[in-house]
């Protein structure tokens, strides 16, 4: 496809990004840490590390991994909320040489033992309180080196300072737990033990095993090397590097770090800058989470539809001081047009939409950030191609819905380990096959319909529950809304509804009105189910399969 795009890209946004420099992750963070050394790097329940110290901490880290004989391009897996501790050991890992396995800590020691064992993990790093479900794996997935630290760890002289929230948070009790072999993270970050010897890390070198969601068979690991991972930075920054001020931007993560998202935009796009990063352990937490922004003069935030649509209910958001704020990013799932533009209202600032995936590290196009299209997932990254295809492979024309596909110096080298299912998600000439369906407009604005598993097929007819749950969406009385299929006698499948009410007195019989009055009758909702909360993934992402298999 003729990259039509272009001619609506920002003044400023080149069409390609130069890979050469930095030319890898340990390359970007040495020139970070050299640049913002006094500036702080990272806040969390209070406490601060600078960019100097985040320089020897991991340097620490790094050289405790050597010590060990853990080799350049071994497996260290972190499970880590967002805590001090995560950048340390992410850079330090990264600096020995190693390849970085994030893992969720809400994971069941099955999926723990999946990850493990799938990647060979030699080094596990993680905090206490999951400690006990590597405890049931440990013995099976087998790491070499068990390293845990306690959730107050980095925090020092500064616990006797921290907030009742935060007090709360470090005094949960830890499940009880045993591993010999198991050695303190801040024993050995406290050690004066044998220099770190840098180590010769390439472009074409592993960074990530970064394992996909799983909701539809066995996770995988998607091989994401430093170059995928510094195309991903380097594109984002020239294309909201205009908004930003290398050394004076304040960002909120409140999505773990160990999601991709996080991980490219707030961890390195924003280190890269020289960003102060404020990490929100638990931001389910809304209370907590509002009067940490209410301390907090941000310039930036980013999260999921979700966590906006939740801070817009949240009855202190609107108290809270906007006037810093310049840069909204939302991904990991579609933002909904009812709460971006709430969103704009109440701050004053675009809600900027990003859209990826995991196998593109992630970020494969993003919105206007001034002037979003309203319902489009934006323009594709510099230095990024895409096509619209059907189930044959043949390219479509404008217009034409498809099988959004993209090549790119960020997409991944393959999923590890696993020839046959890479062959299926990549075309011979480099294309990746999202799995989404989308279409281009006539000025090269993307377009995203939905994704081809959770497509609703009544009497023959395609309904995307995107659309579905944008107009219940638009009714005031609705706070959250899902919409799946469901067996029907009649249709082969029949669109159902599962609604979280913001006004207690919504009727069903109101917002099927409601729904008729806006959709085509195949696509109405023929049964709704009202919910007190819906099922989330780790990040918030609202999920239909759950909801579906509960049938």
């Not at 047009?337 to 970020?363: D, H, I, K, N």
């Not at 299912?421 to 075309?427: F, G, I, N």
């Amino acid at each position: 496809m003729e990259p039509i795009w272009l001619q609506r890209y920002p003044a400023g946004v080149p069409a390609t990004v130069d890979l050469s420099e930095p030319p890898t992750l340990v390359a970007l963070f040495e020139a970070a840490v050299r640049r913002y050394a006094e500036q702080t790097a990272y806040r969390s329940f209070g406490a601060r590390l600078s960019y100097r110290e985040l320089d020897v901490l991991s340097a620490r880290f790094a050289a405790w991994l050597q010590a060990q004989g853990v080799a350049r391009g071994a497996r260290v897996a972190l499970m880590l909320p967002n805590l001090l501790q995560y950048p340390v050991c992410l850079f330090g890992a990264l600096r020995a040489g190693c390849c970085v396995v994030n893992c969720n800590p809400l994971y069941t020691p099955r999926e723990l033992e999946h990850q493990l064992s799938d990647a060979g993990a030699e080094v596990i790093v993680l905090v206490e309180h999951c400690a006990h479900t590597l405890q049931q794996v440990a013995a099976a997935a087998r790491p070499r080196w068990v390293v845990v630290s306690a959730l107050g760890d980095l925090l020092g002289p500064l616990r006797g300072t921290l907030t009742n929230v935060a007090t709360r948070y470090l005094q949960k009790q830890v499940p009880a737990w045993s591993l010999p072999q198991a050695q303190r993270l801040s024993t050995l970050l406290a050690a004066r033990g044998p220099r770190f010897t840098p180590v010769a890390v390439a472009p074409q070198h592993l960074a990530f095993l970064q394992y996909t969601g799983g909701t539809t068979g066995i996770a995988k690991g998607a091989m994401l090397t430093h170059r995928n991972m510094i195309a991903n930075v380097l594109q984002a920054q020239a294309w909201v590097g205009s908004q930003l001020q290398p050394g004076g931007e304040r960002v909120v993560t409140a999505l773990p770090l160990y999601h991709v998202f996080a991980l490219m935009a707030n961890c390195l796009l924003f280190l890269h800058l020289g960003a102060q990063n404020l990490l929100i352990a638990n931001p389910r937490d809304l209370d907590g989470l509002v009067r940490a922004l209410a301390r907090e003069r941000f310039t930036a935030i980013s999260g999921v539809n979700t966590l906006f649509n939740a801070l817009l209910n949240h009855p202190g958001f609107a108290q809270l001081d906007f006037s810093t704020l310049r840069l909204t990013l939302g991904g990991g799932m579609a933002v909904q047009g009812p709460v971006a533009e709430r969103w704009q209202q109440l701050t004053g600032c675009a809600l900027t939409q990003a859209y990826g995936l995991t196998e593109a590290s992630p970020a494969v196009a993003i919105n206007l950030p001034q002037a979003p299209r309203a319902a489009s997932i934006g323009l594709p990254l510099p230095s990024t191609e895409i096509s619209i295809r059907d189930e044959q492979g043949d390219e479509l024309g404008v217009g034409a819905a498809g099988e959004l596909c993209v090549r790119g110096p960020q997409v991944m080298a393959g999923y590890w380990q696993r020839l046959t299912e890479t062959a299926q998600v990549m075309y011979a000439d480099g294309f990746l096959r999202t799995g989404d369906v989308g279409y281009v407009d006539a000025e090269g604005f993307l377009y995203l319909v939905d994704r081809k598993k959770d497509l609703i097929l009544v009497s023959g007819f395609n309904v995307y529950p995107n659309e579905v749950e944008e107009v219940v969406m638009s009714h005031p009385g609705v706070a959250e809304v899902a919409a799946v299929g469901v067996a029907d006698e009649r249709c082969g499948e029949a669109v159902k509804i599962f609604v979280v009410r913001r006004d207690p007195q919504l009727s069903a019989e109101a917002l099927l009105q409601h729904c008729r009055e806006r959709l085509t009758a195949y696509k109405v909702p023929r049964h709704i189910e009202f919910r007190d909360a819906l099922p989330r993934s780790n990040v918030g992402k609202i999920l239909r399969r759950a909801l579906k298999e509960e049938r």
